[in-house]
């Protein structure tokens, strides 16, 4: 049994390598969420399993279930949130024409220069959009 165990807690363990390597490697925020997303659960589904096997039957069998059940309710919400704030904030899914064209800023897809261009202003210059409180304001 513990042989086993140890089995699967190193396919666990590559599963999870993968998925970092995947965060590294690959070029934004949704695509990095879906291979997270993915080999995450797969690491740790494998890593629990094993470790509930090493384990045996006790009291920490019960834990390592209940965290196993937790982890597979609550991964699939939060990648998808975390996607769908990433859109709400405005950043858009990776292409390559995006990137041919010169729109990747540090491997930031939908993120433009801070330059003159692209319409923000530089520190210490006011912007056209600015809000100004009404105790900035001039009397009329």
Not at 12 to 21: D, N, Q, R
Not at 72 to 77: D, F, G, R
Not at 109 to 115: L, M, P
């Amino acid at each position: 049994m513990s042989l086993m165990g140890i089995g699967l807690i190193f396919v666990g363990l590559f599963f999870l390598l993968v998925a970092a390597i995947g965060v590294v490697r690959l070029p934004d925020v949704f695509t990095r969420s879906h291979a997270v997303g993915l080999t995450d659960s797969l690491g740790a589904f494998f890593l629990l399993l094993g470790l509930a096997l090493y384990q045996g039957l006790s009291a920490n069998l019960v834990r390592i279930v209940v965290v196993l059940v937790l982890l597979y309710l609550l991964n699939p919400v939060i990648t998808h949130a975390t996607v769908r704030a990433a859109l709400r904030a405005g950043l858009k899914p990776w292409t390559k024409e995006r990137q041919l064209s010169g729109n990747v800023v540090d491997g930031m897809v939908g993120v433009e220069s801070a330059g003159p261009q692209s319409g923000r202003s530089q520190p210490g210059q006011r912007s056209e959009n600015a809000v100004s409180t009404p105790a900035a304001r001039e009397p009329a």
